[in-house]
């Protein structure tokens, strides 16, 4: 029998890189993903697919039955802050229920499960920069509440049932595949902008700071993660402003576009940074990728894209 991960969310941005990832190191990988907003031409061709939706219990339980995984890196989510506040109902189906249904059917098999949480969104906007693990959360959207709601199962699951589950903090992840569509991915709108020749709007009037790391360096993370017990931050601690990233990706695109200011949107936070310290010592994990490298090779790598008509 293969050593076979499940990779809930692998149609989607950083699932589909760990799905990569697993199947270099010569294990099976087998992606769960709906296609709400994923897409199938992201899925590995190496992989196997089943599309479901895993709120849908009886059809998760069927493919982990008949997967037998040995380990869980669960992606899948209900990810729009927007949504969320339209559709909290649905928003907690999905990242509450949805996160519960896969550590039960993960439990039947013994599987060790790494969810994706965020940093940003649970963090709130008091907390002091950089923000560590011990901050209790302080979230403003549903979308905080939910992903908090998941982590909670996923920590009670792992303390009671001996089986080593953590939880990866995400902070602003970037790199290729990112869909330049979506409210967030900044990186990936402000590509698909600067190669269209358009120019970008940068919210706060470029101020707003956020902790931009790399998926290669999340994935790294997140197979560190594996088996382990724990919640960890996963980011580099570095707070860089709107307005600076805008400027390097400037130079990466070799543009010259002045950026269109305008006031922070409702609900966006002015500050966001995080320590990972702990997981430096806990995993032996550090991001890799500098920003102005990343930027240069993910701009390259989504303008490809993009003239492919891909990226979500
Ligand atoms: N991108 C970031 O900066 C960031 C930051 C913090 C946390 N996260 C978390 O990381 C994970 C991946 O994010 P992403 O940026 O790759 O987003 P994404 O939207 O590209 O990927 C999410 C995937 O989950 C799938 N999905 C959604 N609902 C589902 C359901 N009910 N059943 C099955 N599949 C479903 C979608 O189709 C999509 O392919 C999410 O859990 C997200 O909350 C992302």
Request: net charge negative; proline share 6%.
């Amino acid at each position: 029998m293969p050593d076979t991960a499940i990779v809930t969310g692998g149609a989607g941005f950083i699932g589909s890189h760990v799905a990569d990832a697993v199947i270099a190191e010569g294990r099976r990988a087998v992606v769960i993903d709906d296609l709400s907003s994923g897409s199938a031409g992201r899925v590995p061709s190496e992989a196997d697919f089943e599309e479901i939706d895993i709120v849908d219990r009886d059809a998760l339980e069927r493919v982990f039955d008949s997967v037998k995984p040995s380990a869980i890196f669960h992606l899948a989510a209900q990810s729009s802050v927007t949504v969320s506040v339209k559709d909290p109902g649905r928003d907690c189906a999905v990242n509450v229920q949805g996160t519960l249904n896969v550590l039960e059917c993960a439990g039947r098999h013994e599987a060790p499960v790494v969810f994706t949480s965020t940093g940003g969104a649970l963090y709130g906007n008091d907390a002091p920069i950089p923000t560590d693990e011990q901050r209790i959360p302080a979230p403003v959207a549903p979308y905080g509440a939910s992903k908090w709601a998941g982590e909670a199962y996923i920590t009670t699951w792992a303390r009671a049932g001996r089986l080593p589950h953590a939880v990866c903090r995400l902070g602003n992840v970037y790199g290729p595949r990112q869909s330049p569509h979506g409210e967030a991915g900044v990186v990936s709108i402000f590509s698909h902008r600067l190669w269209q020749g358009e120019t970008p709007t940068l919210y706060g009037h470029g101020r707003p700071t956020r902790d931009y790391v790399h998926v290669h360096d999340v994935v790294s993370a997140m197979l560190k993660a594996s088996g382990v017990t724990g919640v960890f931050n996963v980011a580099t601690g570095i707070e860089t402003d709107v307005a600076s990233l805008y400027e390097m990706l400037q130079r990466a695109a070799g543009t010259k576009l002045e950026p269109k200011l305008a006031p922070l949107r409702e609900g966006e936070l002015e500050r966001s940074c995080m320590d990972a310290t702990r997981a430096e010592r806990e995993l032996g994990w550090k991001p890799a990728i500098p920003l102005s490298e990343g930027l240069a090779s993910t701009y390259t790598a989504l303008v490809e894209e993009f003239e492919r008509g891909g990226s979500g």
